[in-house]
């Protein structure tokens, strides 16, 4: 488990508070006040503030910094007050003089104070305060930062340790690799290493870790994971032993729970981090805390990463209730790790992320589809992915109706489909695979045809769509190229696994490095693990061995070998033997040639072999059996018990054995294969099966031993031989003779591990239609391997219908025809290797080529017939049939009938109309596809009549030329004639003029001078004789003159010649344009003349004129010539000049913006300068502009303009535009002028502020009204509105309504748990503002419960009641108390505002009855009284007479008169304030309040009441508005008295 800096501090989150002396330094100074801003502290100086004047503030504290060492690190701080405060920086331990490290900085813009510090280091960690004053207080916030230091600084760790020995730690300094535990003073410098805490992320060198040794990140994530995922996470860290890792971990979450107890409730809900798409990742639990001011730590890998409650920022917390919720941003590779929170110093979460590698290899593209057709976005991945995430329009989409998601059986194809596309479907659709994503547009064109307007439209079954690449190869040479990367992955592993084995062999092959006599391991060699020692004294169990140098081996199996004991062999080396079976080492002597021990090491010290070892054999030429013998036997025991041990050692050992051990007696690295011993030949003794040897044991006997068959083949070495390509070398034998010994090529042959057969290419799913073949191949490693196929793990011969064939490494199976039963998971094994596929047979629907050809052919039928669709198929089960026509889905009714059967359908069509005609399509669908097929209904039908209206193209005295449209539909058939008859007008027969061909014109040459005629067209096909149609009168002979053309247009001007061009008029007076007469005139002349001879009509619509005069201006008209005679003649052309073209102007200068809005923004510029031959005069302007994301520019005026300044209008609010500027003349549009940047259509940037002057910050509502908050505002651009309720989201119930000025919160009906203080924050990109309104939601209190009372003191009487039920839901709910005794007829107020359930009553005379009532009050009204028993009892007297004498009349009237003046109030903002006073008057004066000399007894604000000649004033909620002089005024006719205070408000 990573370790984290445990922080100490108490105060708010990330703050440090201020110290004792600075505490009692300040409450001597003056008031303390709070403020708005948690953690900051200000002391006022003066008691009463002057108006409009106020103490230093923050609007935002400079929030605590955790960073990395050499990083920068800034403090940010804004602050208000009046008159604007100084403010200054400091630190609490430490000066801030260098200002290379320490820059204070102030944005005059944004109001904002900064406090940088240049590359942060541990002397910087320190707590630091900002302060704000002026003349009338001061402000002081704190902010720790505390530096991570990267590496190992030992001067600094040196210092904390002696922080820590004397007591003193800097807490806000984390420095991550100490352990506070430890104390200097007990600590050993050289063991100074062992203090450093290693932690993952920060130390790159990890301890290497013991066999079976489980990784602490495994623990750490498996504490959080479901139990679902256990294995997937003990397969990824190679955890094999579930049971004892379930037991541990049990354990393990046992004391997570203990430790978490301390600061948390609970915790529940934990979800993983996910990546959520557009680049975002976050987990989220639900976590509710013991101790709100707990802090919250993020780590990554170990290292505390910082975080803000800001969603723009890199790592961000959002709490919603009790849910946190964490993100990371703008995903890259190195985001991954393992994410761990931490509550102080208890982990409560830890989650592993993982970013996969996939991306996308072609990405969707733009589609465009009509309205009512389908859109299909499809993409293709770099590596399988089970299914990416789908957006659109900023939603997940997710399958249902409207959408279908689609992905390839490789998992590397993946498709959207938009179903029914409509103009609500149009906008960005994204793809989105781990961090990768990729988006396009989907653009829905509207339907063109203005007939279907207000109609619904068919539902098309065209897809609009697709890449246009074929995806599927594409896909399959990803698979290829993951196949060819994972087997070239394969054959580097067994590559370097070959390798390993090679110098794993050489090793083992190379000779043994001398012995030097040094058993010590740490000087020696590998340290082993046997317990045997080479003294035969058996020290095993230390593991240790003395060497010369009196060193200690370290190591789990260490032998100790003393060459000067070697005499003592024979009895030592039995207690040995006896004892190291228990060690996993052997010495290096009488080895069990049978042992077959795995072992780290011999009694040398020397690593021992994983494989056999076979001692070294000494050849003699004398022959000692009964020696041998014995000692064999001797050996044997020893042998026994070694043979328990892990490792051998290099003498006597069998060749068998497979051991695998660490290292000799004498240090020396053992061998990771077998040992081979040398062979010492000697050259006077030849080899062979069964000789015998002698040799010098280690007591110094002559020994012999018989081979039973040479270990190796002996060879026998001629001394004067030459070695030739055998390697030879002499050495000194143990009995002092010089031999020599030869190598016959390697010890033991080249062990080549042989992986077996391997799958070059495997099986693939297969999917095969029934009745046709299917094939399933692979491809060995081999060619002449066998293999065996089976189906659903049943072995498949040659006699069920099965081709098997093998050509060479390809080995292939062949089904001839498919059936059902031969679906399923087919294996092919050979050599102990298995690959495995699945065919599926599937039975779509399917038709027979004939009868779909025959289906094919339109059918034709005449109208009101009937006509019938047949089309046979074959597939499975449940069969899905459906009928279109011309897309529209066909149902039964009284004209259509639909059968179906298992093997056909059949469509009848009764009383077929003309509308009837167009597409038939069938439509089968199964479980195994879809199948398709379309054929043609032609319905014959009688031609409609001609379209008009006729057109006359020639009306003359002898002739009328007429010219129609054809018929509107044919009725199948072409047209062959069409039918006239012609009627003169006045008279009532028609005459017939017959048949003409189907050309829709005629000519009528039987006509008379001025007459006038009708004529009657009908339309004529082998269907029959359309309905006809009658044409208006035509008169023959009429003069029909033709309208006025256009005005000529100049096409072109020089000093000698002008071109003009028009039209032809839009009437032509029913006969052809015989040619025009052109005229012209010079300016300042009213008199046309004939450019053309009158007689000689231009017969082209152009003219060259070449009778003018350099330098004039001249203006054109024309007239059209018809059968009947000029026309009228048009309007005149604009004037133009004689005079060669001038050329275009330049670019306009000083292109700027004067203005900008939402909706329009204004431009200004220069005239471009004159150039002579290069360019001319402007004579007016062009605007152009385009949007940011298009490419196409809309001209804003129609015509030039000649200003200079111009408004673009109509714009989108906060879009972006290009905007350029043209100049024109009459050479033609010069080059266009650009702004330098695009403009936002938004007015200049305006922080934002309320508007309204008398926002009420205080109202209450009665349970069950509505509430209604509405706040006018400016600020641009728009600013982004949120509503808060005691700082927490806004309930869904509550409305909120935000126009561009304002904001409206709405509660339509109100209960008491609305109540609160209800804030907005405005805010856009300058800044932002914020208001608070605290509403009350309340009702009539329910009046209080039984009234008692008792007598504690005589004369007095305490009334007590039962409190009211809305006591408890209703902070500002208090009581008053009303008395009445029995000599008066009225109830006076004795008590108000009482906040308890208990009031003593003075003054209470015997003799007398009272009655008391208690009454509840809130801000909303008061409840019913609760009346009391009677108290006391009235005394009864005796009736006596009393004979008044006369007196006088007394006159008892007095003029006003204050008993007790007003005193001066001094009111906390926000609390209430109640003034009161005394007076007396007969008759009762009348009693009048002012504010600054303004009357409040008409104010609703300020609760006015006088009671028995005592007037009081109550203000709810003290406000600076409230701040004031108040006065009182009581009049009556006998005279006026004032009296008069003044109110301050404190802050």
Wanted: with cysteine; net charge negative; glycine share 8%.
């Amino acid at each position: 488990m990573w370790k984290k800096s445990k922080v100490t501090d108490q105060t708010a989150t990330g703050q440090g508070g201020p110290s004792e002396a600075e505490q009692e330094e300040e409450k001597k100074a003056g008031i303390k006040k709070r403020s708005k801003v948690p953690g900051v502290m200000i002391t006022q100086f003066i008691e009463v503030l002057p108006e409009g004047k106020s103490t230093p503030d923050f609007l935002r504290k400079p929030i605590a910094l955790t960073i990395q060492e050499g990083k920068l690190a800034i403090f940010k701080a804004n602050v208000c007050g009046d008159p604007k405060p100084e403010v200054t920086w400091g630190r609490a331990k430490g000066d801030m003089s260098d200002t290379e490290t320490f820059q204070k900085k102030y944005d005059e813009a944004t109001g904002e104070y900064t406090l940088e510090i240049h590359r942060v280091s541990g002397e910087e960690a320190d707590t630091y305060k900002c302060y704000a004053i002026n003349e009338y207080g001061k402000a002081i916030c704190t902010a720790a930062l505390n530096v991570i230091e990267v590496g190992f600084k030992k001067k600094k760790a040196m210092e904390q340790l002696e922080d820590i020995g004397r007591g003193r730690v800097n807490q806000n300094f984390v420095r991550p690799c100490v352990r506070p535990s430890f104390v200097l003073g007990s600590v050993d410098p050289a063991e100074f290493r062992k203090l450093l805490r290693k932690r993952k992320g920060v130390d790159k060198e990890e301890a290497v870790k013991e066999p079976g040794e489980i990784d602490e990140k495994f623990w750490e994530i498996i504490m959080s994971a479901d139990r679902k995922d256990y294995e997937r996470i003990c397969a990824e860290f190679g955890v094999k032993d579930f049971r004892v890792m379930l037991k541990k971990l049990s354990e393990k979450k046992k004391e997570r729970q203990e430790e978490q107890a301390k600061y948390i409730e609970t915790i529940n809900n934990l979800k993983h981090i996910d990546i959520k798409g557009l680049g975002i990742a976050s987990f989220e639990f639900d976590l509710e805390l013991k101790d709100l001011t707990s802090r919250i730590f993020l780590y990554k890998d170990g290292v505390m990463i910082p975080y803000s409650d800001e969603e723009e920022m890199k790592h961000s917390l959002k709490t919603v209730g009790k849910k946190l919720i964490f993100s990371v941003r703008d995903l890259k590779a190195e985001d991954a790790g393992l994410y761990q929170v931490d509550v102080e110093e208890v982990n409560l979460f830890s989650t592993d992320f993982k970013i996969p590698t996939v991306d996308f290899i072609v990405k969707i593209q733009e589609v465009k589809a009509k309205e009512r057709e389908d859109a299909m976005f499809e993409c293709v991945l770099s590596h399988p992915w089970p299914r990416i995430k789908w957006m659109g329009k900023n939603a997940t989409l997710e399958e249902g109706e409207k959408y279908t998601i689609t992905v390839s059986e490789d998992k590397l194809i993946h498709r959207l489909l938009i179903k029914d596309c409509s103009q609500l479907d149009k906008g960005i659709y994204s793809a989105a695979a781990g961090i990768k994503t990729c988006s396009a547009w989907l653009i829905v064109e509207a339907d063109s045809d203005p007939a279907s307007h207000g109609k619904k439209k068919t539902r098309k079954t065209t897809q609009a769509g697709g890449t246009g690449l074929d995806l599927g190869k594409l896909a399959q040479e990803q698979q290829e190229k993951l196949a060819k990367e994972r087997q070239e992955q394969i054959d580097a592993a067994n590559k370097a696994r070959a390798e390993e084995e090679r110098l794993a062999r050489e090793a083992l092959l190379a000779p043994p490095p001398p012995d030097t006599g040094d058993g010590d391991s740490g000087e020696g060699g590998d340290s082993g693990e046997g317990k045997d020692t080479g003294d035969g004294k058996n020290k095993s169990k230390s593991g240790s061995n003395k060497s010369k140098d009196g060193g200690k081996s370290v190591g789990k199996s260490v032998g100790e070998t003393k060459d000067s004991e070697k005499e003592e062999d024979d009895k030592k080396n039995k207690k040995s033997t006896d004892d190291s079976d228990k060690c996993k080492g052997t010495s290096n002597y009488d080895i069990d040639p049978n042992a077959n021990g795995e072992g780290d090491g011999d009694s040398k010290g020397r690593k021992g072999h994983p494989g056999p070892l076979i001692p070294d054999a000494v050849i003699g030429s004398s022959l000692h059996n009964d020696a041998e013998k014995e000692r064999d036997d001797k050996y044997k025991k020893s042998t026994d018990v070694s043979d328990k041990g892990k490792g051998a050692s290099n003498n006597d050992i069998d060749p068998n054995a497979n051991g695998e051990g660490d290292g000799d007696s004498k240090g020396r690295k053992g061998h990771p294969g077998p040992l081979i011993p040398d062979t010492v030949i000697d050259p006077n003794v030849k080899s062979g099966t069964g000789e015998t040897e002698e040799y010098i044991d280690a007591a110094g006997m002559h020994s012999v031993r018989t081979r039973q068959g040479p270990l190796l083949k002996d060879t026998v070495i001629d001394p004067n031989a030459q070695s030739g390509t055998e390697e030879t070398e002499q050495y000194t034998d143990v009995s002092g003779k010089r031999s020599e010994r030869t190598r016959q090529g390697p010890l033991l042959k080249d062990t080549v591990i042989d992986p077996g057969v391997q799958f070059v290419s495997g099986l693939s799913n297969v999917h095969a239609l029934i009745g046709q073949p299917a094939e399933l191949m692979c491809k060995l490693s081999n060619d002449n391997c066998e293999g065996t196929w089976y189906r659903d793990s049943k072995k498949l011969t040659a006699d069920d219908g099965h081709i098997m064939s093998r050509d060479g490494a390809n080995h292939k199976l062949v089904i001839n025809r498919c059936q059902e039963e031969d679906s399923g998971k087919y294996r092919f094994e050979a050599d102990g290797r298995k690959t495995e596929a699945m065919l599926n047979v599937e039975d779509p629907p399917r038709f027979d080529p004939d009868d779909l050809s025959a289906f094919s052919q339109p059918v034709i039928v005449k109208v009101g017939n009937s006509t019938t669709f047949k089309l046979p198929f074959v597939g499975r089960e449940p069969m899905k049939i459906q009928w279109y026509r011309n897309g529209e889905e066909l149902l039964d009714d009284n004209t259509t009938k639909i059968e179906k059967s298992f093997t056909q359908s059949r469509l009848l069509l009764s009383k077929c109309q003309r509308k009837d005609t167009g597409e038939i399509k069938i439509k089968l669908k199964n479980e195994h596809g879809t199948m398709e097929a379309i054929s043609r209904l032609i319905v014959l039908d009688k031609p409609t009549a001609p379209q008009g209206p006729v057109e006359v193209l020639e009306s003359t005295a002898s002739c009328i030329h007429i010219k129609w449209r054809a018929p509107k539909d044919d009725g199948g058939c072409p047209v062959i004639n069409y039918n006239l008859e012609r009627q003169q007008v006045g008279r009532n027969t028609w005459k017939k003029l017959g048949d003409i061909p189907g050309v829709p014109e005629y000519k009528d040459n039987d006509v008379e001078h001025g007459r006038k005629y009708c004529y009657r067209i009908r339309v004529v096909t082998e269907e029959g004789v359309s309905e006809m149609m009658e044409t208006d009168d035509l008169t023959a002979g009429t003069l029909a003159f033709p309208s006025s053309p256009a005005p000529p247009k100049v096409a072109s001007a020089f000093n000698n010649c002008i071109n003009l061009t028009w039209s032809t008029p839009t009437d032509t007076g029913g006969s052809r344009i015989l040619g025009y007469n052109l005229e012209k005139r010079k300016k300042g002349s009213n008199l046309w003349s004939p450019v053309n001879p009158t007689d000689e009509p231009i017969q082209e619509k152009k003219r060259a004129v070449t009778d003018v005069v350099a330098g004039n201006e001249y203006e054109f008209r024309v007239y059209a010539i018809n059968v009947s005679g000029l026309s009228e003649p048009s309007s005149p052309s604009e004037f133009i000049f004689a005079k060669d073209p001038k050329n275009p102007p330049g670019k306009v200068e000083d292109l700027k913006v004067a203005d900008t809005s939402y909706t329009a923004l204004s431009l200004s510029w220069n005239k471009p300068t004159e150039e002579v031959g290069v360019q001319d005069e402007a004579k007016g302007y062009f605007i152009e502009v385009r949007q940011a994301e298009c490419i196409d520019w809309t001209r804003c005026n129609i015509t030039p303009i000649i200003l200079t300044t111009f408004t673009v209008k109509s714009l989108k609010a906060m879009a972006m535009y290009w905007i350029r500027v043209i100049a024109i003349n009459d050479g033609g549009e010069g080059v266009p002028q650009d702004l330098d940047n695009y403009i936002l259509a938004m007015p200049p940037p305006v922080r934002p502020c309320f508007t309204d002057n008398k926002m009420k910050s205080f109202m209450v509502v009665r349970a069950g009204n509505s509430v209604r908050i509405l706040l006018n505002f400016e600020a641009s651009p728009w600013p982004e509105v949120m509503w808060l309720k005691d700082d927490v989201p806004l309930l869904k119930r509550v409305n909120i309504s935000n126009s561009e000025s304002s904001s409206q919160l709405l509660i339509t009906s109100s209960e008491r748990s609305d109540s609160g203080i209800y804030t907005i924050v405005v805010k856009n990109l300058v800044g932002q503002e914020s208001f608070s309104v605290e509403v009350r939601v309340t009702d009539d209190p329910k009046p209080p419960g039984p009234v008692e009372l008792e007598e504690n003191v005589p004369g007095t009487v305490t009334v007590i009641w039962e409190p009211s039920p809305d006591e408890k839901r209703d902070d500002h709910l208090h009581y008053s108390v009303s008395k009445r005794d029995s000599t008066k007829g009225s109830w006076s107020t004795v008590a108000d505002r009482l906040f308890n359930n208990k009031f003593t009553a003075c003054n209470i005379m015997p003799g007398r009855e009272y009655h008391f009532r208690v009454y509840a009050k809130n801000d909303m009204g008061m409840s019913a009284p609760s009346e009391s028993p009677t108290w006391g009892s009235e005394r009864r007297k005796d009736t006596f007479v009393v004979n008044i004498p006369a007196y006088k009349t007394c006159d008892l009237r007095t003029a006003p008169a204050f008993l007790v003046p007003l005193r001066q109030h001094t009111a906390p903002k926000g609390y209430e304030c109640y003034m009161s006073c005394a007076i007396k008057g007969n008759p009762k004066p009348r009693v009048t309040w002012y504010r600054n000399n303004i009357s409040l007894n008409t104010n609703t604000n300020y609760l006015i009441t006088n009671i028995c000649g005592v007037c009081s004033l109550l203000i709810l909620r003290v406000t600076p508005k409230d701040w004031g002089e108040y006065s009182i005024q009581i009049e009556s006719s006998l005279g006026r008295a004032e009296s008069s205070t003044k109110l301050t408000v404190r802050e």
